[in-house]
């Protein structure tokens, strides 16, 4: 029997808000704005802990960069020096990359909130609770599993923050003395962003919503280029950010798919971008070493 066209239709248009606001998974429905952000404080202080906790990891933060480099260096991935020299040998991609690592993620993710608070009431439930389950996950291999990022682990790369004194990060009371420098592995840039082009994509039935993951793609590239992260990190960011969307979210064949497409768009634009980067051998890397880090922090 052939289906009717009304039924043929409903499943070709966009996913409106509504299949969102069921409860499922472990989301939690949308609060009232104080109690929003005061789980958004809550989260900045779970983060500040963590923070705390794993200051005397130095050494294991080193060593677990160190198993990062290697295992690119097997694989034929290690594109971050690369990256690094040509955005650090020119001031203006420099400063941009720089800017862009220390408030786009910040802003971005509070605009998306806000607006999906505002404007998407009934998504905003599921969609937040995605978020603070992946920003959680993180947390927990932050402590567990703490790694220093390229800028303080491989030799020759440039610090792009520091040299650049992009937002005070020269000074030791400037904006890098607020966040975890042993939080590489997952990459909560890349996480924040991937969530950010999830959300537009899944509560908007524009044509043009599919560029939203030109965003996680680009934030890929800058934390490459600045050092702050491996591509391996990038990896965990994207998957923490699947898994959050997961512990949250009924997935439908649908949303499965337009997600899985929606990644793999990020994915390969970051992949054409680096396509021409020069890659390591496949010898033995030379053992990491805390090359700028100062022997209390890093």
């Given at each position: 029997?052939?289906?009717?066209?009304?039924?043929?239709?409903?499943?070709?248009?966009?996913?409106?808000?509504?299949?969102?606001?069921?409860?499922?998974?472990?989301?939690?429905?949308?609060?009232?704005?104080?109690?929003?952000?005061?789980?958004?404080?809550?989260?900045?202080?779970?983060?500040?802990?963590?923070?705390?906790?794993?200051?005397?990891?130095?050494?294991?933060?080193?060593?677990?960069?160190?198993?990062?480099?290697?295992?690119?260096?097997?694989?034929?991935?290690?594109?971050?020096?690369?990256?690094?020299?040509?955005?650090?040998?020119?001031?203006?991609?420099?400063?941009?990359?720089?800017?862009?690592?220390?408030?786009?993620?910040?802003?971005?993710?509070?605009l998306v909130l806000a607006w999906l608070y505002l404007r998407?009431?009934?998504?905003?439930?599921?969609?937040?609770?995605?978020?603070?389950?992946?920003?959680?996950?993180?947390?927990?291999?932050?402590?567990?599993?703490?790694?220093?990022?390229?800028?303080?682990?491989?030799?020759?790369?440039?610090?792009?923050?520091?040299?650049?004194?992009?937002?005070?990060?020269?000074?030791?009371?400037?904006?890098?003395?607020?966040?975890?420098?042993?939080?590489?592995?997952?990459?909560?840039?890349?996480?924040?962003?991937?969530?950010?082009?999830?959300?537009?994509?899944?509560?908007?039935?524009?044509?043009?919503?599919?560029?939203?993951?030109?965003?996680?793609?680009?934030?890929?590239?800058?934390?490459?280029?600045?050092?702050?992260?491996?591509?391996?990190?990038?990896?965990?960011?994207?998957?923490?950010?699947?898994?959050?969307?997961?512990?949250?979210?009924?997935?439908?064949?649908?949303?499965?798919?337009?997600?899985?497409?929606?990644?793999?768009?990020?994915?390969?634009?970051?992949?054409?971008?680096?396509?021409?980067?020069?890659?390591?051998?496949?010898?033995?890397?030379?053992?990491?070493?805390?090359?700028?880090?100062?022997?209390?922090?890093?």
């Amino acid at each position: 029997m052939a289906a009717h066209p009304d039924i043929l239709r409903a499943v070709a248009r966009p996913m409106r808000t509504s299949a969102l606001a069921r409860p499922a998974g472990l989301a939690w429905p949308r609060l009232p704005a104080w109690a929003e952000l005061a789980t958004l404080g809550a989260g900045y202080a779970a983060y500040a802990l963590v923070r705390l906790a794993v200051h005397s990891a130095r050494r294991a933060a080193f060593g677990h960069a160190e198993q990062l480099w290697q295992a690119e260096r097997r694989l034929h991935l290690t594109v971050e020096p690369y990256l690094n020299h040509l955005a650090g040998a020119h001031r203006l991609l420099a400063e941009a990359a720089g800017y862009y690592y220390g408030l786009f993620h910040f802003i971005i993710t509070a605009l998306v909130l806000a607006w999906l608070y505002l404007r998407r009431p009934a998504a905003f439930g599921q969609l937040r609770s995605a978020l603070v389950l992946a920003t959680t996950a993180a947390n927990v291999v932050f402590w567990a599993w703490p790694a220093a990022p390229p800028r303080f682990s491989v030799p020759g790369m440039t610090d792009i923050l520091v040299t650049r004194d992009i937002l005070g990060a020269a000074h030791p009371h400037g904006a890098t003395s607020l966040v975890n420098l042993y939080a590489a592995m997952p990459s909560l840039h890349v996480a924040w962003a991937a969530w950010c082009a999830t959300a537009i994509v899944t509560t908007t039935g524009t044509r043009w919503r599919h560029l939203a993951w030109l965003y996680p793609a680009a934030t890929i590239l800058v934390v490459l280029a600045s050092a702050n992260h491996f591509l391996l990190d990038t990896a965990g960011g994207l998957a923490v950010a699947g898994l959050g969307v997961l512990a949250a979210s009924r997935i439908t064949p649908l949303l499965a798919r337009r997600l899985a497409g929606g990644l793999w768009a990020a994915i390969s634009v970051g992949s054409y971008a680096v396509a021409g980067c020069p890659v390591g051998s496949t010898g033995r890397a030379p053992r990491l070493l805390p090359v700028t880090a100062p022997a209390d922090s890093p």
